[in-house]
């Protein structure tokens, strides 16, 4: 069955520190990749996608994310985190034509001002 | 524009009672309908989806069920709930398949006591 994990359950950052965020699925055919985010008392959100092309994908807000394919992982990356940045970010990924999305088991990052 | 609409916010039910939670869209036709669970400490979980007016589908063995009676309703039940029910319950909207983006409502905190 496929999976994905999230290797990071909780990280504290200061302002101006970078972020990355480790993202593995399991599924050897084609994927769709995404991170959504979820700030304080807000819908979850789309923060960024990848369909195809271009494996650096950016997405609102300076974040951005690699696709690696041989290392089936959708790193999530950011030069410079702010307080403003403090939720929880889910990795998720799907396969099938119904667009089921799996999802990691998220992250809580909270940035220190 | 498109909306989703989720309600309640917050319940609190007792052990034995049913539950009805209802989730609506608005501005799309025909639209892919989800409902995930999220438990705490864990990730998100899809528990049904469905592509169409009385198509539901299940993705895990659960004391709950969902019905579509309309195209842009999508309603979660339960008989009788149990401890184990409780979580944070979203509803999820898309378009298209495969590379379609899911759209969350601001979800339904269900406590069971």
């Known amino acids: 069955a496929q999976s994905v994990s999230q290797h990071n359950h909780h990280v504290i950052l200061s302002e101006a520190a970078s972020l990355e965020l480790g993202c593995n699925y399991s599924?050897?055919?084609?994927?769709?990749l995404f991170w959504y985010v979820q700030y304080p008392g807000q819908h979850l959100q789309l923060l960024l996608k990848?369909?195809?092309?271009?494996?650096l994908v950016k997405g609102i807000k300076g974040f951005e994310a690699e696709f690696i394919k041989s290392k089936f992982s959708f790193n999530l990356r950011k030069p410079s985190v702010q307080w403003s940045d403090t939720a929880e970010y889910f990795c998720?990924?799907?396969?099938?034509?119904?667009?089921?999305?799996?999802f990691g088991q998220g992250t809580t990052l909270q940035v220190k001002p | 524009s498109q909306t989703i609409h989720q309600w309640p916010a917050t319940l609190v039910q007792p052990v034995g009672s049913p539950l009805s939670l209802e989730c609506t869209v608005e501005?799309?036709?025909?639209?892919?309908l989800y409902w995930y669970r999220q438990a705490a400490g864990r990730g998100l979980q899809l528990l049904f989806y469905?592509?169409?007016?009385?198509?539901i589908s299940s993705e895990v063995p659960q004391n709950l069920s969902a019905s579509r009676p309309q195209d842009r309703q999508f309603i979660l039940s339960s008989k009788k709930l149990l401890l184990s029910d409780s979580g944070f319950y979203l509803c999820?909207?898309?378009?298209?398949?495969?590379?379609?983006?899911?759209?969350f409502g601001a979800g339904t905190r269900l406590s069971v006591l």
């Open positions: 998720a990924v799907s396969t099938g034509g119904t667009g089921k999305l799996i």
């Open positions: 990848y369909f195809s092309g271009d494996p």
């Open positions: 501005g799309t036709s025909n639209p892919n």
């Open positions: 599924y050897g055919g084609t994927v769709n």
């Open positions: 469905s592509v169409g007016i009385g198509q």
């Open positions: 999820a909207w898309s378009i298209g398949s495969g590379k379609n983006i899911q759209y």
